[in-house]
């Protein structure tokens, strides 16, 4: 499957932006959809995972309660909405696709180019 994700942009602390992943080339309901993001000089980290039936979404502690993930299955699209955004939620945005329900990066076999994010204090 290949992915796409776009939405990336400057914002000032306190502001929302969303963030898009589109799929096309397989069945994206086969798959959950997780977005990871890379801070400057940083591992990658798990942000959230939605789960491909359910829809239900969970999300690492930093983001919980501020950012939020849903999909369209009729647009082949997952949707990261994030709010409250802090200098510290800059990063490097991709999303990945798995047939595992799982916050481990390695488990993500498919992965979209990343889309940069930059918080403003």
């Known amino acids: 499957v290949q992915l796409q994700a776009f939405g990336g942009g400057l914002v000032q602390a306190g502001g929302s932006l969303r963030l898009s992943c589109t799929a096309s080339?397989?069945?994206?309901?086969?798959?959950?959809m997780g977005w990871f993001r890379q801070a400057p000089g940083k591992e990658r980290e798990f942000v959230g995972v939605i789960n491909r039936s359910s829809g239900r979404a969970y999300y690492a502690d930093s983001v919980k309660g501020r950012f939020t993930i849903s999909r369209d299955g009729a647009e082949n699209t997952v949707y990261l909405q994030m709010s409250s955004l802090k200098p510290e939620d800059t990063a490097v945005y991709y999303c990945?696709?798995?047939?595992?329900?799982?916050?481990?990066?390695?488990?993500?076999?498919?992965w979209g180019q990343g889309t940069l994010v930059t918080v403003s204090s």
């Open positions: 990945a696709a798995s047939t595992v329900l799982t916050g481990n990066e390695q488990r993500y076999d498919y």
């Open positions: 080339g397989r069945t994206f309901s086969n798959y959950d």
